[in-house]
């Protein structure tokens, strides 16, 4: 059984920083790419940044680009999400989520196969 688990959310003020963390289990399980999404009250869930798992390529939202930053450790089976210059408009819950198959459009929800069950981001102004 795979299972994501996040941590690292918190409340922070507008220009500050938070780290995220996604553990990945679940046996002989390999993604293909790692995603993080996130979602505010009242809008629909939005792609944020994504890594391949092997190999290199990241994926990143206009939104972010500059400010976030992902990477990841295979040895330790765990995703990173670094936050910088977070601005209001960044709070949401936060997801982790694996893709199983390539050849997706990994910046859609809809790519993915398995998720975390999200970590509350807050910046205040």
């Known amino acids: 059984q795979v299972q994501l688990v996040e941590s690292g959310g918190g409340l922070v003020q507008a220009g500050g920083s938070l780290r995220l963390s996604c553990a990945v289990s679940?046996?002989?399980?390999?993604?293909?790419?790692m995603g993080w999404l996130r979602q505010a009250p009242g809008k629909e869930r939005e792609f944020v940044v994504a890594i391949r798992w092997s190999g290199v390529g990241t994926y990143y939202a206009d939104s972010v680009k500059g400010r976030f930053a992902i990477s990841r450790d295979n040895a330790k089976n765990t995703v990173y999400l670094q936050m910088n210059s977070l601005k209001p408009e960044d709070t949401a819950v936060y997801y982790c989520?694996?893709?199983?198959?390539?050849?997706?459009?990994?910046?859609?929800?809809?790519?993915?196969?398995?998720w975390g069950q999200g970590t509350q981001v807050t910046v205040s102004s």
């Open positions: 679940g046996g002989t399980f390999s993604p293909v790419v």
């Open positions: 989520a694996a893709a199983r198959f390539s050849g997706r459009s990994y910046y859609t929800a809809r790519a993915y196969d398995y």
